[in-house]
Nanobody, 128 residues
């Protein structure tokens, strides 16, 4: 498994932006599909975005498409989630996750159970 550490969360006003980072260690980062999930208080963890091993393919949940951008730098073992036009309903703990896949450089997945490793989460709070 790979170890994941998120950073970049915080408090922001509605309409503002934040960039989350997820740094990996322990295994070859480029072998992993990277995903972002979030969990609001009292609610289940939900898919936000996924980026392929190559970084050439991304997939987003409908509520963030056009506002959030997932990216990665395999040389730095880091994945990013750029979040723009933030809304109060984006408030949640955000988690990054890694899914080890071989032979599918352009694959993404929104399924939580596909992911093998998870970070500890970072809080994002959007005030109205």
């Amino acid at each position: 498994q790979v170890q994941l550490v998120e950073s970049g969360g915080g408090l922001v006003q509605a309409g503002g932006s934040l960039t989350l980072s997820c740094t990996a260690s322990g295994r070859t980062f480029k072998d992993y599909i990277m995903g972002w999930f979030r969990q609001a208080p009292g609610k289940e963890r939900k898919f936000v975005a996924s980026i392929s091993q190559s970084g050439d393919n991304t997939y987003y949940t409908d509520s963030v498409r056009g506002r959030f951008t997932a990216s990665r730098d395999n040389a730095k073992n880091t994945a990013y989630l750029q979040m723009n036009s933030l809304r109060p309903e984006d408030t949640a703990v955000y988690y990054c996750a890694a899914d080890a896949v071989y032979g599918c450089p352009y694959c993404t997945t929104p399924v939580p159970s596909d992911y093998d490793s998870w970070g500890q989460g970072t809080q994002v709070t959007v005030s109205s």
